[in-house]
């Protein structure tokens, strides 16, 4: 289910054509420590993960 997760995060990234730096720059956080957390290396927080979609604007993960 993780994996999944971050595979939809990773292609909504993609699709709005946002850098991995330009995200990471939102979160606060060095571009290789989203880089981990998007393939899976570091584990993802409910925290970050509310965060990363707002960013990218993952409407069935945010709350309206």
Do not use: P
């Not at 995060?9 to 993609?14: G, Q």
């Not at 989203?34 to 945010?62: F, H, P, R, W």
Request: hydrophobic content about 40%; charged content about 20%; aromatic content about 6%.
């Amino acid at each position: 289910m993780v994996k999944n997760l971050l595979t939809q995060i990773l292609k909504k990234r993609l699709a709005k054509k946002y850098s991995q730096d330009y995200v990471a720059s939102r979160l606060k956080i060095s571009q290789s420590s989203y880089n981990k957390i998007e393939n899976g290396t570091t584990q993802l927080t409910v925290a970050m993960l509310l965060q990363i979609s707002v960013i990218l604007d993952l409407e069935y993960l945010t709350t309206k």
